[in-house]
């Protein structure tokens, strides 16, 4: 869990966005691993908890959908 730059070079015309909700990356970024410890990049430090509650609705919903 730690800031992170974005190491591009100044030609490089892609964009970058956030794997939580979707904004850009504009200079640095958020990372903190995932449930399976893979880096997950983010706008912002709060989305960090966000990501942990969406993994606990989609839970839900996938028992829910799939039940015993």
């Known amino acids: 869990m730690a800031w ?7 030609h490089d015309t ?3 966005y956030c794997d939580v909700c979707g904004n850009l990356l ?6 903190f691993p995932d449930e399976n410890e893979r880096p ?3 706008c912002r430090e ?5 990501y942990a509650r969406l993994r606990v609705y ?3 919903a996938e028992a829910q ?4």
Not at 4 to 10: H, I
């Open 4 to 10: 992170r730059t974005l190491d591009k070079p100044w």
């Open 14 to 16: 892609s964009v970058e």
């Open 26 to 31: 504009i200079g640095r970024y958020w990372e």
């Open 40 to 42: 997950v990049r983010a």
């Open 46 to 50: 709060d989305d960090e908890r966000l």
């Open 58 to 60: 989609r839970a839900r």
């Open 65 to 68: 959908a799939h039940p015993g």
